[in-house]
């Protein structure tokens, strides 16, 4: 198992700069990956691409962009070149997105997440690995007129899937490399996720699957006041239905019931207990919800986990 974190400076006085000298800090304290979320603000794979040249060794990952309001085309195009930046360390993750961001944001239904997921995987598989598709699905229509092959990139592009529901489960244990399952404890990995997505891949006669864990969580002294700053942010995750029902299937009833927070001790049991639970890699997110001196604190003991 491997341990990185997800990064984030949205408020710096220039989010690019900031964000490289944080994963400088993050591989120092040797973590092992750094993972950049997207919604509206800066493109997460050209962020990547820049963190994983800068720097060396430090694996990159976009956790993730929702399948709506992109094409196989244009992401294979950002992921290829990705991938080609930082000389493979490069990993693509694709979300379902949600009806409000995806209704309220590109004014486009959001119909059938499902069925567009797997026509995006499998056109987006030819793309990665080949250069070129010729895929008509029911929802996507996705060829190469001209090549789509990014030079430096010929190894591929891992896929994974932020999946927690039985479909997209199936989904990707059938047609991606692995998940990013957010908000989903060690239970609700143990008992539901973990096995619904390797039977998947098992059936598909595809390896076993990654397992990356995305895992709001720091190391405080104060685990109150922080414990009642997390639950506010991370409130608009219970009213989705697909996170409300893993918070529930791990045990807890808000969002922050699964987030984890403590000091070292409590930090580094929890690591474990999504190790025994399947996770084959664990990505802190939310470490800077306390202050830098707590993020450092945080990233110490992961990196000591990493290694």
């Known amino acids: 198992m491997t341990v990185g974190v997800a990064l984030n400076a949205p408020d710096a006085v220039n989010q690019i700069d900031a964000t490289v000298q944080l994963a400088r800090e993050a591989a120092g304290a040797g973590l092992r990956s750094a993972w950049f979320g997207q919604t509206f603000g800066a493109d997460s794979p050209q962020l990547a691409a820049i963190v994983g040249r800068e720097v060396s060794g430090l694996n990159v990952g976009t956790s993730a962009i929702p399948v709506f309001g ?41 119909a059938r997440p499902i069925a567009r997921l797997c026509e995006f995987l499998v056109a987006l598989r030819q793309l990665t690995e080949t250069g070129a ?39 990707s244990g059938e047609l991606a490399d692995g998940i990013l399952p957010y908000l989903a404890g060690p239970r609700a990995l143990a008992e539901h996720i973990v096995p619904a997505v390797t039977a998947a891949a098992e059936a598909a006669g595809r390896p076993a699957p990654r397992i990356v864990a995305i895992v709001p969580g720091v190391v405080t002294d104060d685990a109150d006041s922080v414990r009642q700053k997390a639950g506010e942010q991370l409130a608009f995750y219970e009213q989705i239905p697909s996170y409300a029902r893993v918070i529930e299937l791990s045990g807890g009833t808000r969002a922050v019931d699964v987030a984890v927070i403590g000091n070292e001790k409590t930090v580094a049991a929890e690591v474990r207990r999504y190790r025994d639970a399947g996770a084959t890699e664990v990505v802190f997110a939310a470490t800077e919800i306390a202050g830098d001196a707590a993020r450092r604190r945080t990233w110490e003991i992961l990196g000591e986990l990493a290694n």
């Open 133 to 171: 598709a010729d895929f008509h699905g029911e929802l996507l229509t996705a060829t190469t007129p001209v090549s789509a092959r990014v030079p430096g990139a010929e190894g591929g592009v891992p896929l994974l899937v932020a999946a927690m529901g039985p479909q997209a489960l199936r989904a």
């Open 70 to 110: 992109r094409h196989p085309l244009v992401v294979s195009s950002q992921a290829q070149t990705a991938q080609a930046a930082t000389h493979g360390r490069y990993h693509l993750g694709l979300a379902l997105g949600t009806k409000l961001l995806t209704e309220g944001g590109f004014g486009i239904p959001y």
